[in-house]
């Protein structure tokens, strides 16, 4: 006598797959959430890699790289063009990028401005790059320094706003218009690195310095 396996009914299935639907619904956003937490953690773990190893620029040679002067202070250095993104490289790792192999190449005798002794601060990893071989947030990372010396950056108004605007994605209106921002604007760091909301990016709004203290 053959014993009849029992198997599932399809309103069972039925049932069950309404279940899993319910729950991915409940846990799925709560998923993309860590995830784009854990995002934001590493590029700002490089962001302040990277404007560590400036200060160290300017420890080596007495002065920040000339790149990040080609605005006033306070009017942020916007990483979007080949040519500021070498200068970036050539600051930082002491090398140029070949941007057909991905290969790191000696600087060239123009380039030299950027590191004159060709040395190496930074070591990038495949991380802070993006697929092209550019820098991850390249289009829209931008960088200040503290040109006058006295140990903060005053931001402009219009950085001041374009931050403001940005991030109405992660707070409340009352929030960002509850902010003084005279205290905002002033950040007490020889340098700051952020990259505001992009359609082209995965990751946005992270920055080199505590941003949410404004909020709590």
Known sequence: MKTLKKGFTLIELLVVITIIGVLMGIVGPKVF?????SGKTKIAASFSAWASQVVQYKAHYGYYPPFLFEE??????????????????ASLKGKSKNSNSGLWETLSEDQLMHNPQSKEFHSFNENELNDDGKIIGF?????????????????????????????SADYSS??????????????????????????????????????????K
């Open 174 to 215: 009352n929030q960002i218009n509850n902010i003084d921002r005279d205290i905002f604007s002033v950040v007490n760091q020889p340098i700051i690195i952020f990259l505001l909301s992009d359609d082209k990016e995965e990751v946005t709004n992270v920055f080199s310095w505590d941003i949410d203290k404004y909020f």
């Open 139 to 167: 289009g829209n990372l931008q960088m200040l320094v503290d040109q006058d010396g006295d140990g903060a950056i005053l931001l402009s108004d219009e950085v001041v706003d374009e931050i403001l605007s940005s991030l």
């Open 72 to 89: 006033e202070e306070g009017v942020a250095i916007k990483i979007d063009d080949d040519e500021l993104l070498n200068a970036f490289f």
């Open 33 to 37: 959430d860590l995830l784009l937490s």
